[in-house]
């Protein structure tokens, strides 16, 4: 099989480093790829939302799939762009169809998906320039922390959570009438805050059936206590201490199978990746959010967990035969640690040279914002390297982490060193 893989991010050399192990692949390419997924594949400097640029490429190479990693192509509708045009339909794109990944770009679309299944999630309303006084209403009728979302794709950074009643309608007016993310907040979801701790639980899927891939925990905070700035994530770790037998068989339940049913129900074409945002709340899972990708950095440890070929899994998804594919996992832990430009994630520099990275033998270093440059590798964005290692539990993948960053440099890098210790006593 001859793959395109369309990302540069650390998910996908996770995921180029996985479908590199396949035994069905002939040839991969990423498109546009950093540092480390060269290693795996051949890097083609294509943007992933230039879709006649992939479609050129494609027809000229004779690929066989496409796999998207970001949301930014599957919001924009790549699926629907191949399965629309005569010469790429035959194409197997693994991602949903622009209908679909409206799971992650629009909140409206998804809270109201999440309404009609019963699937739980925070009591919302959702507001426009022109609503704007029945959510300053819906406000006041609310107990903090206030929780404003905007609707659409904002880089992360759509979601504000508010203690003071003031502050938040300031924020939400602003949001609707003075554009403050953008489109993405001409449109505004109010929520209740739900106090517990958070979880990723993903999912693959054919439209009919689906396999769960390993959960993972992410670290989103800047800072150690997960305390300043929210970053694209500055760890993660899988499997999930708290993520036991009873609370997966809620999230299975309540969660994963009401979704899946919910799509097909609604004729929602949906071929990819299900990204389940979990809070627990006293035992009890609420969605915070869907995504229509996988997660960063959790497929730094989800990849490294999964013992199955994922061709072959993406093989079931494309043929939709997934429920005769089998799953399986590696029942080792794994933990990765993100190394960061410094300042990020405000202002930082990129093009540092990465020394140290040849000297590694115990963790996996998946590239998140990398550049070659000859034979060196430079920072190329906020989020650098992701360090992934393998324990026979949390604390020792943990260690293996720590020591190989130990070894790794360049100019102002920052990582966390709490990535875990929440969970490690449980
Ligand atoms: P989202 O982009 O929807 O995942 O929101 C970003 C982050 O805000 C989440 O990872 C949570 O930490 C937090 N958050 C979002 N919604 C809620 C909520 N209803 N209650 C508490 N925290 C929330
Ligand atoms: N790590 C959270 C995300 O990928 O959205």
Redesign the pocket.
């Known amino acids: 099989m001859k793959v395109l893989l369309l990302g540069s991010g650390g998910r996908e050399h996770a995921i180029a480093w996985k479908i590199a192990q396949s035994s069905i692949l002939d040839e991969l390419f990423i498109a546009p790829g950093n540092a480390g997924t060269k290693k795996h594949g051949k890097n083609i400097d294509i943007s992933v939302t230039d879709f006649e640029g992939i479609k050129n490429f494609v027809l000229q190479q004779h690929i066989d799939m496409v796999v998207v990693g970001p949301e930014e192509p599957l919001v924009l509708g790549i699926y629907d762009f191949f399965v629309n045009d005569p010469q790429l339909k035959n194409v197997a794109v693994i991602g949903p169809s622009q209908e679909g990944a409206q799971l992650e770009g629009s909140?409206d679309f998804a809270k109201a998906f999440m309404t009609r299944h019963n699937i739980p999630t925070?009591k919302y309303g959702t507001f426009n320039a022109d609503t704007v006084a029945d959510g300053l209403r819906f406000l006041d009728n609310m107990k903090g922390?206030y929780?404003l979302?905007a609707d659409g794709l904002a880089a992360?950074k759509?979601?504000l959570?508010l203690e003071d009643l003031d502050e938040a309608k300031k924020e939400l007016q602003e949001m609707l009438l003075e554009e403050k993310f953008g489109k993405a907040s001409a449109k505004v979801v109010i929520?209740?805050?739900?106090?517990g701790i958070?979880l990723s639980v993903f999912a693959i899927t054919d439209g009919e059936s689906f396999k769960l891939l390993p959960e993972a925990k992410d670290y989103?905070r800047i800072g150690e206590g997960d305390t300043g700035l929210?970053t694209g994530g500055m760890g993660a770790i899988s499997p999930v201490p708290f993520a036991d037998a009873a609370f997966m068989d809620k999230v299975l339940n309540r969660v994963v199978i009401p979704t899946i049913k919910g799509l097909k129900q609604e004729k929602i074409t949906y071929n990819g990746f299900v990204f389940f945002?979990l809070?627990n709340v006293k035992g009890d899972p609420?969605v915070?959010?869907y995504n229509c990708r996988m997660g960063d950095p959790e497929t730094e440890v989800v990849m490294p967990r999964l013992k199955s070929d994922i061709l072959d899994l993406f093989e079931g998804v494309a043929t939709h035969t997934l429920s005769e594919r089998d799953i399986q996992f590696h029942d080792k832990t794994a933990a990765t640690v993100m190394m960061v430009a410094g300042g990020y994630p405000g202002t930082y520099e990129k093009g540092k040279t990465i020394y140290g990275l040849n000297s590694i033998t115990d963790s996996i270093v998946f590239h998140a914002g990398t550049l070659a440059d000859g034979p060196s590798v430079l920072s190329n964005g906020g989020r650098v390297l992701a360090v992934t290692s393998y324990g026979k539990n949390l604390q020792s993948a943990l260690e293996r982490s720590y020591d190989s960053i130990s070894k790794i440099t360049f100019e102002d890098a920052n990582y966390r060193k709490d990535i875990g210790k929440d969970v490690l006593e449980y």
């Open positions: 909140k925070a922390p929780v979302k992360g759509g979601v959570i929520e209740q805050f739900l106090d958070e989103k929210n945002g809070i609420y915070i959010e």
